[in-house]
């Protein structure tokens, strides 16, 4: 049973983080701890208590984004081109945060080896959602007898997800870009389209 010292810890813990991830993507690249204590009317200090690093921050706001992509899959299980449409657009409309979150674990997995607890939770939330999805991934392979497997054919739609979120991020190429309702309908229907059907010619 949660008490309420829990229940308020974990409220501050999520307003924490919540406030971490609005500066992060208003500065596009990184925070410091001051700056996020003045925004929320707290010390320094109390950060620590309930982070040890920013690092960890980091790892946590990525294991938070990590679960809101299980939610998806858990809540369009039923139908594989809906779960990729949703999962898409959760990472497109919001290409920013993708990009940055993404940038931001290539660096902790170079550089931090503090965190490997909060690295296997990243890894086993990220092997929960491909279960939940596992079924209906091959069976929509099999309907086009395609001899991908399930880890293949979702790191592709990964692969091009990224790809359009760089893309529609970009300030250089966004200038070029007509209409991007079209855009994310184009790279939605290209990822569910089976990219081995097109080994015969490389």
């Not at 945060?97 to 939330?125: C, G």
């Not at 596992?134 to 990964?158: G, P």
């Not at 091009?160 to 190429?173: I, Q």
Request: hydrophobic letters at 40%; charged letters at 25%.
């Amino acid at each position: 049973m949660t008490t309420l010292r829990q229940e308020n810890f974990r409220r501050r813990k999520e307003k924490i983080l919540a406030m971490a991830e609005v500066l992060l993507l208003e500065n596009h690249n990184d925070i410091t701890l001051s700056e996020l204590a003045a925004e929320l009317d707290i010390a320094k200090g109390t950060i620590y208590k309930y982070f040890k690093s920013k690092n960890q921050l980091y790892l946590e706001l990525i294991i938070l984004n990590e679960q809101r992509l299980l939610d998806i899959s858990k809540q369009y299980h039923h139908n594989f081109q809906t779960y990729v449409s949703q999962y898409m657009l959760y990472n497109m409309l919001n290409s920013d945060r993708t990009i940055l979150l993404h940038s931001i674990e290539e660096r902790l997995t170079n550089n931090e080896r503090k965190l490997n607890e909060l690295f296997e939770q990243l890894y086993d939330i990220r092997e929960q959602r491909i279960l939940e999805i596992k079924d209906i991934t091959q069976a929509y392979l099999e309907s086009f007898n395609s001899a991908m497997s399930i880890r293949d054919y979702l790191s592709y739609i990964w692969t091009v997800t990224y790809g359009a979120s760089l893309l529609l991020n970009s300030t250089h190429y966004q200038k070029a870009i007509g209409s991007r309702e079209r855009l994310i309908k184009l790279y939605i229907n290209q990822a569910l389209m089976t990219p081995d059907k097109v080994s015969s010619i490389i």
